[in-house]
């Protein structure tokens, strides 16, 4: 090769790596923008840049606003712990959030009183984004992770649950121009509550960003040879989270759980897209149920003939883009597979753009609240 070629040839490599250079530099650079309005809060917390804004509502600092927390005056003076709770009535509502967006809720902590029949008759409902209707609509039990009204300590990927009713959910709830949520008591007497809804603002979402539906159903007993529906028929995109189940065996002699779980997805009928091979199976255990909560997947619960299991979706999503549906069977094994009914009751959550459908009515407090968990 001459000098004079294999100049050239070495500028078109040092421009060629220029360039290279520049388009790498830009992408960095736009992925710092990307970063800056969509942040990995949890594994990149060294992003200082994030355009967010930390806010928090307790009944110490009920609207969030900044400087106002921690004002109400107790024995001690002004500022030393003044409202960190209020009594709830029995059929009052009380408002937890009001928050104009965008933003996203991050994080829920609550507590109350421990028996059975508060978990049930206690209930969390939010609006977002000013649709008429609730997305969330749900007894506080079930929605902060355990069924049949018994507290049982235990951590997954959604939730964290104390000992003695400490409880919290971590799933991003965003939302575009507004936020309210509220806690209702239907109970018979009143009872402490202690809450805090920790929250950011200024979160770049799009426009058809989902919003967090959670459900509550119950049938006690289910219909022979009809499947127990985790989620109605939605009508739009979406995607399944995944469910807190309840079971109540009203066959003590019989293993209830053969029922396969069943994803019905964007045109399926008759049959769906996607199909479990039985009850526990789904939950990620074998051979029966045993009391052994995971991250993604477990039972919190399995005594006296009650369990409380959970799955989330979230490495292994489930969504459509039409229409979805979930439900599971209730068959049993005795000698053979059986059809059986059960006492069957589900927390489940999803996320699907709104306006949205309203969700299916909410049980009655007598239905909620019978047959729970007994001492």
């Avoid at 712990?81 to 009052?92: D, V």
């Avoid at 200024?202 to 919003?211: F, I, Q, T, Y």
């Avoid at 994803?263 to 091979?277: H, K, L, N, R, S």
């Avoid at 399995?302 to 209730?330: C, N």
């Amino acid at each position: 090769m001459s000098l004079t070629r294999f100049f050239a040839s070495a500028q078109t490599m040092v421009s060629t790596t220029r360039r290279a250079a520049f388009v790498l530099g830009a992408a960095l650079f736009c992925t710092q923008l990307a970063w800056g309005q969509s942040p990995d809060v949890t594994d990149q917390p060294y992003e200082l840049n994030t355009g967010l804004v930390s806010r928090s509502i307790s009944f110490e600092n009920p609207t969030g606003a900044p400087g106002a927390g921690g004002k109400e005056s107790s024995r001690l003076g002004p500022g030393r712990k003044g409202a960190p709770a209020r009594t709830i009535a029995p059929g009052e509502t009380v408002q937890l959030c009001d928050i104009q967006g965008p933003g996203v809720i991050r994080h829920i902590w609550i507590t109350t009183e421990q028996t059975p029949v508060i978990q049930r008759a206690c209930t969390i409902r939010a609006w977002w984004d000013g649709q008429e209707h609730p997305s969330i609509e749900c007894p506080i039990g079930d929605f902060f992770g355990f069924a049949h009204g018994k507290i049982t300590a235990y951590q997954s990927a959604v939730h964290s649950v104390g000992p003695t009713g400490g409880r919290n959910i971590w799933l991003p709830m965003p939302f575009a121009s507004k936020v309210r949520m509220t806690f209702t008591n239907e109970s018979e007497k009143a009872i402490p509550l202690f809450y805090q809804i920790d929250y950011t603002t200024g979160d770049k979402l799009g426009s058809d960003v989902g919003r967090l539906h959670v459900l509550f159903r119950r049938e006690n007993p289910t219909t022979e040879k009809k499947d127990f529906e985790l989620l109605p028929q939605r009508g739009q995109k979406g995607r399944f989270i995944g469910s807190i189940i309840g079971i109540r065996n009203l066959h003590p002699d019989q293993w209830w759980g053969e029922g396969e779980i069943k994803v019905y997805m964007d045109g399926d009928a008759e049959f769906p897209t996607i199909c479990g091979t039985g009850s526990e199976d789904y939950v990620g255990l074998a051979w029966g149920i045993q009391q052994t909560p995971f991250k993604y997947n477990g039972c919190s619960l399995a005594q006296k003939d009650f369990v409380s299991m959970y799955r989330w979706h979230l490495p292994d999503p489930i969504a459509w883009q039409k229409e979805g549906r979930v439900t599971i069977q209730q068959i049993a094994w005795k000698d053979g597979l059986n059809e059986t009914q059960d006492d069957w009751s589900c927390a489940t959550f999803w996320y699907e753009p709104v306006p949205s459908a309203p969700l299916p009515q909410l049980p009655d407090l007598a239905a909620r609240t019978k047959d729970l968990w007994h001492d």
